[in-house]
């Protein structure tokens, strides 16, 4: 199992930014996916899942209506599209497969919104 995440970088207030979660070894839609973030100095927190059952789903409430999850299963990867995005968005993003077998992590990927 393989989460290849690519797509972080520095972008002004307001921006966007799209990351993506390319998976191997198994299929993303026998999985819970979920982008999750850390930022300095706080605990690592859940951004948003997706999976067959629930679909798009349990969005951070800061996030809700700037970031949105999706997946490409004819490409096995998840996305998070993020819009507007504030300074308190800076953080490392990771990805997060839930599967029978365990919880699968890819590296993280900083993001850092500045000025």
């Known amino acids: 199992v393989q989460l290849e995440v690519s797509g972080g970088g520095l972008v002004q207030p307001g921006g966007s930014l799209t990351l993506s979660c390319a998976a191997s070894?198994?299929?993303?839609?026998?999985?819970?996916m979920s982008w999750r973030r850390q930022a300095p100095g706080k605990e690592r927190e859940l951004v948003a899942t997706i999976s067959d059952i629930s679909g798009p789903s349990n969005y951070l409430n800061s996030v809700k209506g700037r970031f949105t999850i999706s997946r490409d299963t004819a490409k096995n990867t998840v996305y998070l599209q993020m819009k507007d995005l504030k300074p308190e968005d800076t953080a490392m993003y990771y990805c997060?497969?839930?599967?029978?077998?365990?919880?699968?992590w890819g590296q993280g990927i900083q993001v850092t919104v500045s000025s």
């Open positions: 997060r497969a839930s599967k029978l077998g365990g919880d699968y």
């Open positions: 070894g198994f299929t993303i839609s026998s999985a819970v």
